[in-house]
T-cell receptor, first 113, second 113 residues
Framework: EAQVTQNPRYLITVTGKKLTVTCSQN?????MSWYRQDPGLGLRQIYY???????DKGDVPEGYKVSRKEKRNFPLILESPSPNQTSLYFC????????????FGPGTRLTVL | GDSVTQMEGPVTLSEEAFLTINCTYT??????LFWYVQYPGEGLQLLLK?????DKGSNKGFEATYRKETTSFHLEKGSVQVSDSAVYFC????????????FGAGTQVVVTP
């Protein structure tokens, strides 16, 4: 089944404790992206990747890192999480770019205390 | 900068009523425009898109027409069902930003029997 998976689905952590949210797709998509969803703000793009080893900043990249060493995986890294990073995070992928249909993962709800 | 403005929700309707969700945008050049839908507890799904002026996107009974003169992309459905209850997001991608996708804040739609 074609899908985007994220892990974990729920995470409660404390300020400053490094964490990684994994994202994997099995559709051989070139494009992958991370978003955060906050009430009243919609989705805001954090980082995106056009292909392996090609990443670029979205609108709200501060406090986040990403890497794209393999086509299928696009982990989101929070080196030193802070409470303002409490949010619902979505990973998405598409065949080539953001105009192609994006397939979203189920979301990761992160709480930073 | 680029931005998308949607009407605030929630929008509450009875089954079989007509639905309109307003979306206007600010962008340089000629963006591609999208409507995404998020059902409760799920990630987003592409509902429809339009890539040039006067294009009409349609899917599942929903329609939206790309109006360059009014910088709008309003979503309409003639007869809603309870299963259309969801959050709807308008989004744009500008021609010079292949990877970036800009979302509106989202509009929650509640359809009652």
């Amino acid at each position: 089944e074609a899908q985007v998976t994220q892990n974990p689905r729920y995470l409660i952590t404390v300020t400053g404790k490094k964490l990684t949210v994994t994202c994997s797709q099995n559709m051989n998509h070139e494009y992958m992206s991370w978003y955060r969803q906050d009430p009243g703000l919609g989705l805001r793009q954090i980082y995106y990747s056009m292909n392996v080893e090609v990443t670029d900043k979205g609108d709200v990249p501060e406090g986040y890192k990403v890497s794209r060493k393999e086509k299928r995986n696009f982990p989101l890294i929070l080196e030193s999480p802070s409470p303002n990073q409490t949010s619902l995070y979505f990973c998405a992928s598409s065949l080539r770019g953001s105009t192609d249909t994006q397939y979203f993962g189920p979301g990761t709800r992160l709480t930073v205390l | 900068g680029d931005s998308v403005t949607q009407m605030e929700g929630p929008v509450t309707l009875s089954e079989e009523a007509f639905l309109t969700i307003n979306c206007t945008y600010t962008a340089t050049g000629y963006p591609s425009l999208f409507w995404y839908v998020q059902y409760p507890g799920e990630g987003l799904q592409l509902l429809l898109k339009a890539t040039k002026a006067d294009d009409k996107g349609s899917n599942k009974g929903f329609e939206a027409t790309y109006r360059k003169e009014t910088t709008s992309f309003h979503l309409e459905k003639g007869s809603v069902q309870v299963s259309d209850s969801a959050v709807y997001f308008c989004a744009l991608r500008t021609a010079d930003s292949w990877g970036k996708l800009q979302f509106g804040a989202g509009t929650q739609v509640v359809v009652t029997p």
